[in-house]
């Protein structure tokens, strides 16, 4: 009889895979890319630990956090593979979650959207970044959510490397805080009222 509701608890503690999120911050480990544009994805889950008041912790190919709202369980994940293996980690945390695409958020900069514009879309091609062209390497599928933070295009000709892996200004510092806050809402958005609801709230802003 014991036993019985001991598995009859567990049972209960099992979440529904529908209300598993695998939410990915985007970036290169390490002090040398910490401050950059390109790590825009860790600083947003940097930015959402911190105002939830939870912690990072390495795991496979990554450091993972979780975290719940509402019914909801969060899975954070800071992949350690660097940007061009992004997609390793992102499948593996995905297929030992039991987590559905359709759950997965992938966060990332974006230059060709003015300074902390947010979008969000369902689909699309990997617009020549290298995480997220790996992450459809690996998933073999267009089909998966994708969260885009414009860094701008503001670099002169054949200093776009410069200018991804460069630090932001102190006008960009400035104004990043509000910005994060931002990204913040659209994370629990997502979680809460799914894609669609997500990108018409948050598009453009």
């Known amino acids: 009889m014991i036993k019985w509701l001991i598995n009859l608890f567990k049972a209960k503690e099992k979440i529904d895979p529908m209300k598993k999120f695998l939410i990915v911050g985007l970036g290169n480990i390490g002090e040398k890319y910490e401050s950059t ?13 911190k105002n939830n008041d939870f912690t990072f912790n390495t795991a496979k190919l990554g450091d993972i956090a979780t975290y719940k709202i509402k019914g909801r369980s969060l ?14 980690a992102i499948k593996y945390w995905l297929t030992k979650e039991k987590i559905p695409i359709e759950n997965l958020l992938v966060i990332t900069d974006d230059l060709n959207l003015p300074f902390g514009t947010i979008r969000l879309k369902s689909k699309g091609s990997d617009g020549g970044h290298n995480g997220l062209k790996d992450t459809q390497d690996k998933l073999q599928t267009t089909n ?60 453009g802003k």
């Open 37 to 49: 544009r390109h790590n825009i994805g860790f600083k947003i889950l940097d930015a959402y630990a």
């Open 75 to 88: 899975l954070f994940l800071k992949p350690s593979t660097y940007m061009n293996l992004s997609g390793k």
């Open 144 to 203: 998966y959510n994708r969260f885009r933070f414009g860094i701008s295009n503001n670099f002169s000709k054949g200093r776009q490397i410069d200018y991804v892996l460069g630090k932001w200004s102190e006008e960009e510092l400035e104004a990043l805080n509000e910005r994060l806050k931002l990204s913040i809402n659209a994370i629990n958005s997502f979680a809460l009222s799914g894609i669609k609801e997500t990108m018409n709230n948050y598009n």
